[in-house]
Each structure stands twice: as structure tokens, then as C-alpha cells.
């Protein structure tokens, strides 16, 4: 080789390297700025809610975030695209990368939380984790956004729910219509959703020969952890049904025997 080839492969290296780099530096910033971002609205919901636990706020911030990614991640899927189920694989948009970012820096936010006041068992911590990992493997590798976006809004979109139940046993408002409902809209969405469409999602990956396959060993574990939290939501909507229906048979039952007993006296 000559010198001048040399110096023209070694100028060639240098500019890719300096490219990623920059690259990598802005999806630091971004990551970061996110991070920033969430632990503000944190501290100001503190502010306002002095008289709240510090888990009220930042379950707000959760419910905020869950709001926010199922917006963005629902548009990128149902109309920015490409589609997830036809195109897993394919190479990050630059809207999808804002996205993830933003919701990177949620994740750290939320997990440094978790660990911190210990709120939370080894399952949540091992999906905060997976999350994590998920999303940084899918901007350092610049490509599989379309699915993780796609998990992102399967995983986000009964996380409002799951805030609205929380508020309002806080709040004495959970054993009424809106609690019953609020559980149903749960169990139903994540059952459906995450593990109906989940599977789906799944299977697509797994067949296409595009995704790198620690991708697809990613997404095998988000969704043997959905199936872990399925487990203990069916026990939990078992005994809630058992529960509604014997209240409600000891109901009918008082009721009939004070109608009976009243057709008895006018006799």
C-alpha cells in the first residue's frame, strides 16, 4: 500500500469514527436532557403536592409519561410507520429516535426511583432493565426502532389505567363502578394487547431474517415478563370475581328473604 493510499484509508477511518462519535454524543445529550426533564416534573410535582407521598408524584410522572408514549409511539406506528409487523428490523427514524430517547431517560428516571425507596419487586426491576437495554441497543445499532417502539406502546398503553386504579385506592374511590371498570379496561387491554398483539409482534420478528438476534433474544424476555405479569393479573381478577359474585349473592339473598318474610306477615 502506498502512502498516499494509506493516508486516504486512515482519513476515511477518522471521519467514520468522528461521525459516530458525534452521532453518539447527540443521543447522549438527548438521553440526558430527558432524564433532566422527567426529574423536573418530578421535583415540581413534589412542590405542589407537599402534603402528597413522594409515590403520588411520581406515579403522576408516570401517568404523564404513559400518556405521552402511547401519543407518540401510536402515531409513529399507525401513521408515520414503517410497520412493525412487515418491517421489523428496519433503520431508526429520526422521529423514533427522539421517542425512545425521551423515554430512556423516563426508564432511568423510574428505575433509580424504584431502587432507591424499594417500591418495587425483581420482576418490575427486571422489566425497567429490559427496557433499558432495549432501547439503547436499538440506537446504538440505529436500527429495530419500529418493533421497540412498537413494545413501547403495548407496554405503556394499560399504564395509565394501572395509575388511575392506584389514585383512587389512595383516594377511597376504588370500590365503586369507576374501580370495576377501570380493573376491566386493565385486565382487558393488557391480555389482549400486550399478549394477543404481543405474540403476533413476536412471531414476526422472530421469522424475519432482518432483526440481529440478540434483538430477537430482547424481545423473547419482554414478553415472557408480560406473561409473568399476566399470571398474577388473572389470580388477582379471579379473586375479585369470586369476590363480586359471593357479595352478590349474599345480596340477593337477604333481599328475597326480606321479601319473603314481608309476603308472610300480609298473610
Known amino acids: 500500500m502506498t502512502q498516499c493510499s494509506f493516508l486516504r484509508v486512515r482519513s476515511l477511518f477518522f471521519r467514520f469514527w468522528s461521525l459516530h ?8 445529550l438527548q438521553a440526558l436532557c430527558s432524564l433532566g426533564g422527567w426529574l423536573s416534573l418530578y421535583g415540581s410535582f ?11 408524584n ?9 400518556i405521552l408514549s402511547i401519543g407518540f409511539s401510536a402515531y409513529i406506528g399507525f401513521i408515520d410507520g414503517p410497520w412493525p409487523f412487515t ?3 428496519s433503520p ?3 422521529l423514533q429516535v427522539h421517542v425512545l430517547c425521551l423515554t430512556l ?7 433509580g426511583w424504584c431502587i ?3 417500591s418495587e419487586g425483581p420482576l418490575m426491576l427486571a422489566h425497567h432493565t429490559l427496557s433499558i437495554l432495549g432501547i439503547v441497543g436499538a440506537l446504538v445499532l440505529g436500527e429495530s426502532g419500529t418493533e421497540v417502539n412498537a413494545v413501547l406502546f403495548g407496554s405503556e398503553i394499560t399504564n395509565p389505567l394501572l395509575q388511575m386504579r392506584w389514585f383512587l385506592r389512595e383516594t377511597g374511590h376504588y370500590h365503586s363502578f369507576t374501580g370495576d371498570v377501570v ?4 385486565v382487558a387491554l393488557f391480555t389482549g394487547v400486550r399478549i394477543g398483539v404481543g405474540a403476533c409482534l413476536l412471531f414476526c420478528e422472530m421469522v424475519s431474517p432482518t432483526p440481529k438476534w440478540f434483538v430477537k433474544v430482547g424481545g423473547v424476555a419482554m414478553y415472557v415478563v408480560s406473561w409473568c405479569f399476566m399470571f398474577s393479573i388473572w389470580r388477582f381478577a379471579w379473586r375479585k370475581s369470586i369476590k363480586k359474585y359471593h357479595t352478590w349473592r349474599s345480596r340477593w339473598s337477604e333481599e328475597w328473604q326480606l321479601r319473603l318474610n314481608g309476603h308472610l306477615k300480609t298473610h
Do not use: Q
Open 21 to 28: 462519535c458525534r452521532m453518539a454524543l447527540a443521543l447522549c
Open 46 to 56: 413534589c412542590r405542589l403536592n407537599k402534603h402528597r407521598s413522594y409515590e403520588w
Open 58 to 66: 411520581c406515579r403522576l410522572v408516570t401517568f404523564t409519561h404513559g
Open 87 to 89: 418491517h421489523p428490523g
Open 92 to 94: 431508526n427514524t429520526p
Open 105 to 111: 431517560g423516563y426508564f432511568i428516571f423510574d428505575l
Open 116 to 118: 432507591y425507596f424499594r
Open 183 to 186: 380493573d376491566f379496561l386493565f
